[in-house]
Structure formats: structure tokens, C-alpha cells
């Protein structure tokens, strides 16, 4: 498909309200049509597709049977997306996705009222959910919520929590489970195969005998104690699932590609259900789109890709991926050592610890989408003697931060974690860029928190944490590829808390925590041809800081610039403390601190996609010039 799909239905309903008042014989037909664009423009943009495809019937029965945005929609994680933001008046920026100014791939307040939460990390609809129910009830509104989740994103403890409240609080809160049995990779863990049995093991109720049932439940002159009762023996004889001992009234499964299943489900749940309700809708990720449905990972995560063909461009890597690196470093060790063990919350491919588990499928453990969990499983399996590399990106691992603190740091158990996904991450913007990890770990007594320079410092440091068994140690890397550096047959063991240099000069010093090193080298070359001979050191660690290089640098040179894609508060931060309490301060000596702008915690503002955003050469140059207080039109040619 070259131009764009012919949507003459689509064409008429920009809006929800304009999709209300069409006949329901007409939403197949709106289906076919949204599907198509949606295809056409991820073919375009690149992005999240199989969760998007795997809910059109779902996202139009949602806007037609109920009066967004008034009544509120939620989606948790917000990849599937794309077909609600098609149909609530965006669709003609739709080929803006994940762009520089553009739409953004997940749910966002700023974006749309009728996207009434942001997301993109999982497993937080039912809560905010709730609050809005709650909220709602509060103000003797009749709106309804609607949280719909994925049977992914329902293995996080937090959807469990909200569950319990919901359940607890009898909350007018409509669930809607998409239950596709796809996570990123195949679901783990008992709870997917729970929703197997309840898939198959009830047969999909016929609308006509379920509308009896859910009318004897929900109608308004039913006595709800009496039902609840009767619910209940019921469950004792038949086995109510779990959702009904959670005080949610379990609808389903029933087939989420069929309005004919969706339709009158929703309108019932509408008109008569004043408490909680879980509608428990089975339906295909990828759905309507033959490539994605045969993909093992049904086009999760899509480049750009050609329609006809399914075929997507291919990104033709200068060097290997920091994950790549990593994953074989990691097999590399572990087959040096037996007691090295892998755990990934949900992410085998995207942390590349599917290559240890296809070498030590005993060793190796997907706990799914949680990461608290996965944290305090690694500490139990350090504190009996194993070495765990509990595999997370920085910005997941943000969910487990007290695990971090209470159950390894307080107590050290020496776990490991490499940080994929470190700093900038590009399209998927700042809910998931690699920000504050250096902040929150560089002040926990006792980590070793390590950055690499490149690829081959990150086969380095996978050896130096296999080998370091004093207490936790952390080492952070970069989404992408590497510079395509010499690499070493094995990682050697660092020096742990020793930085270097990699090259001296004499009056302006860059201190490089992480890659940044590269555009450090590069920024030297300019500011040695303007006269400002340039030291360059890497500094390897955050923690502990090796304090004799930062007074070398320190006492030889007028400036000391630090540069790190982080943000405030981490290594800049730990070097300036240290530079202030030890006087080194007093010598009139110029500080700058380059980090990660503001612009990537703060969700209103637009998304700077694929931007160092001053971190580069030309950033770090034109640094030096204004702390020297020399116009930048004295810069050498500080293009990137
Ligand atoms: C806290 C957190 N961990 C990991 C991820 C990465 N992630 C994004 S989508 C996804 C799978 C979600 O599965 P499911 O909820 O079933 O949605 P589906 O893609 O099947 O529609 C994962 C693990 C995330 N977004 N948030
Ligand atoms: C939606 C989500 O959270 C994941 O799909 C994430 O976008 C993966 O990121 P990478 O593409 O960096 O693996
Ligand atoms: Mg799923």
C-alpha cells in the first residue's frame, strides 16, 4: 500500500461522538478501515503494532458504548494505543508518531483529553483506574472508568494491589482484561496460565444466557447482598475465579474481535453495574495483519516496514549493540562460572537474556512484568551464594528501587545489574529514557555503580561484576549500537573505584562518565585547535569515585567539565560534592556539569526523539567557550 488506505467510514467519525451514531452493522466495516490506516502509518513511522491491531474491535466498542471522554478510558502501558488515538481526533497526525514534536507512542494527558493518564510503563491502569472511580463517586458523578489491561501487564504486583483496593472499596470500576497470551515474548508465570485454563476452561457464553445472568446480578432492584450470597455459594460449587473472591464481578471470557460478544456485554456492564467488574475479553495480538500474526513476537515492536511484504528495514548496524555485548559477555562468564545466574522481568529478547537461557535454560529467569520481584528473588539468590545479574532497563528498574535499597544495599548481598537502555532511548521519549538511575544507585552506601565508555569497557565490566562479590554492583549502557571498537577476547577485571585517562592535555579537563567519552575525544580535537589543550578522562565509576584522579584533574587544569547522560543529582553531582568538601574548589577552578535537560522528566513538554540535546561535540564545546567566557564564534568547527 503506497498512498494511503481508503477510509471512507473512518473519514466520518473523527470524533467518538461521531462513532456513536453509527449503526452497529457498520463497526465491522470501521474495523477493516482502522486497521488499514493504522498499518499503513506504522509501516511509515516505525513502533508498537501487534497490541494496536490486537485491539480495534475493543477501542470502537469502548467509544461507542460509552461517552468518552467524559466517561474515562485507560489504557495500561499505552502501546495498543494507536487505534483510540486514530478515533479521538488524531488521526490526521498519526504519521507523527514517535517523532520530534509528534504524537507520542503511549497514552498522554498533555496530548488529548481523552487520554485522562499517561502510561508506558505497565501495570498502573487499575490504580489510577480506581482513583478516578473513586473520585467520581466522591463527586456524585454517574461517569464511568474503564481500565483496560493486558494479561502482560496483570503479572506486576501493582495491578494486584488495585484489584485488592477495588475489590475492597466495591468501586464502580469497569476491568477490561485484554487477554491475548502474548506478553513481549510468550506470558510467564502462573497467572497466564490461570487465564489459559479460565480462556478454555469456560466456554464463551452465549450473549443471550450471559445477558440473563449479568442482569440477575447487576439488574438495579436486585438486592446486591442477597446476589453477592448466592454468587458466592455459587463459586463454592462451581469455583468462582479469582477475580469473584477479589470482590469483582468476572465477565467472560468472551471473544474481543466480535461486536456482537463486545457490544451488548458493555452496554449491560453500562446501564446496571454500580461495583466493580472484570470483563475478561480473549483476543489475537496482530490481529487482521498476516505478518504480524505469524511473528513469534506477532510485530511487538516494528522499524518501518513494507506493507505488502511484512519485511521491515532493515537498521544496518556500524558495530554491535551494547545488548548484544553484553548477552555474549554474560554466556561468556557463566560458562566460567556456574553459580551466574540471569533474571529479566519480561524482557528476554529487549535485555538479550534469551542467549543465556538458550545456553543455561536452568539458570536463566523471565519472572514477567516484575521488576520488585525480580530484585528481591535475585538478593534471595545472592544471599545463598549465587551471582545474580538481574538484567534491567534503567528506567524499569526505577519500579524496584526499594527492593534496591532495603533488600540488597541495607543488607549487601552482592547482586548485579546491568542497566540497559541507559540515557537517551529516542522514539519510546521520556517515559522511558534512561535518566536517574546514576542518581538513585550512586547514593546507596556501599554499590559499586559503573558506566560504560563503549563496548569493549562493557565486556570489562560484565567480568569485574562477575567477579566482585563485596556487595552490589551496578553497570550502565546505552539502547543502540557501539562505536565499533577493538574488542577484547575476554573482559579483564577493573580496578574497582579507578577511572582513566585516555588523553592528556593541559588546561581544560573533560571527565566522561559512560559514552559520552566518544564526543569528549571528538570535542578535544576542536578545543586543542582553539589553543585549549584538553584532557580526557574516563571516569569507569560513580562509586566509588577515584578521588586521586578528580584532585589530579583538579589541581592541573583551569576548567573540569564532567559529561554524563543522566540527570542531575549523579555522577556530575557525586564529583562536585567531592571536589567541594575537599577544597578543591577554593583554587578558583571552573565546574561544569553536563547532563541529560530537563526536558526528559518533564512528560508535558514535547518529545525530543534521537537528540543528545547538548551532550555532543558541539555541546561540549561550546560549553568550554562560555564558561571562558569567549564567544562561540571563536569555536573551531564544532559541528557534531
Ligand atoms: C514496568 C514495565 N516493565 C516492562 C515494560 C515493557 N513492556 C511493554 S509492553 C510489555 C508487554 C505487555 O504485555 P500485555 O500487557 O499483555 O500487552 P500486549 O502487548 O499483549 O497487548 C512489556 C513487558 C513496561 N512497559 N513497563
Ligand atoms: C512498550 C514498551 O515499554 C517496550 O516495548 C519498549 O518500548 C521496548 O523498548 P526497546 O525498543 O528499547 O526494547
Ligand atoms: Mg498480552
Known sequence: MTQSPKTPLLDKVPYPADLRK?????????????????????????????AGLGVVELTIAIHSVFNTPEDRLIFDVGHQCYPHKILTGRRDRIRTLRQEGGLSGFTRRAESEYDPFGAAHSSTSISAGLGMAVASDLDKTDRRVIAVIGDGALSAGMAYE????????????????????????PPTG???AYLARLASGRTYMGFRDFGKKLTAYLGKNVDR???????????????????????????????????????????????????????????????????AEAAADKYHGVNKFDVITGAQAKVKP???????????????????????????AAMPNGTGLDKLASVFPSRCFDVGIAEQHAVTFAAGLAAEGFKPFAALYSTFLQRAYDQVVHDVAIQGLPVRFPIDRAGFVGADGPTHAGSFDTTFLATLPGFVVMAAADEAELKHMVR???????????????????????????????????????????????????????????????????????????????????HDLIRQLARHHEILITVEEGAVGGFGSQVMQFLAMDGLLDNGLKIRSLVMPDIWVEQAKPEVMNAHAGLDRAG??????????????????AAG
Open 22 to 50: 453509527l449503526d452497529d452493522r457498520d463497526l465491522p466495516q470501521l474495523a477493516r478501515e482502522v486497521r488499514d490506516e493504522m498499518i499503513d502509518a506504522v509501516s511509515r513511522t516505525g513502533g508498537h503494532l501487534g
Open 162 to 185: 488495585a484489584l485488592n483496593n477495588a475489590g475492597a472499596l466495591d468501586a464502580r470500576l469497569i476491568v477490561i482484561l485484554n487477554d491475548n497470551d502474548m506478553s513481549i515474548a
Open 190 to 192: 502462573a497467572m497466564s
Open 225 to 291: 447482598a442477597i446476589t453477592r450470597a448466592v454468587e458466592h455459594a455459587r463459586g463454592y460449587v462451581t469455583g468462582g475465579t479469582m477475580f469473584e473472591e477479589m470482590g469483582f464481578y468476572h465477565i467472560g471470557p468472551i471473544d474481543g474481535h466480535s461486536f456482537e460478544h463486545l457490544l451488548p456485554v458493555l452496554r449491560n456492564v453500562r446501564d446496571n453495574a454500580n461495583g466493580p467488574v472484570l470483563i475478561h475479553v480473549v483476543t489475537q495480538k496482530g490481529k487482521g495483519y498476516a505478518p
Open 318 to 344: 556500524n558495530a554491535p549493540s551494547y545488548t548484544s555485548v553484553f548477552a555474549e559477555a554474560l554466556v561468556q562468564e557463566a560458562e566460567h562460572d556456574d553459580k551466574i545466574v540471569g533474571i529479566t
Open 464 to 546: 569485574t561484576a562477575a567477579a566482585y562479590d563485596a556487595g552490589p554492583i551496578s553497570f550502565r549502557y546505552p539502547r543502540g549500537e557501539g562505536v565499533g571498537i577493538e574488542m577484547p577476547v575476554r573482559g579483564e577485571i577493573l580496578q574497582i573505584g579507578k577511572g582513566r585517562v585516555v588523553k592528556e592535555g593541559a588546561k581544560v579537563a573533560l571527565l566522561s562518565f559512560g559514552t559520552r567519552l566518544a564526543d569528549c575525544l571528538l570535542a578535544a580535537e576542536d578545543l586543542d585547535a582553539a589553543g585549549l589543550s584538553t584532557t580526557v578522562a574516563d571516569a569507569r565509576f560513580a562509586k566509588p569515585l577515584d
Open 620 to 637: 561540549i564545546v561550546s560549553t568550554v567557550f562560555k564558561a571562558l567566557g569567549r564567544p562561540a564564534a571563536f569555536g573551531v568547527g
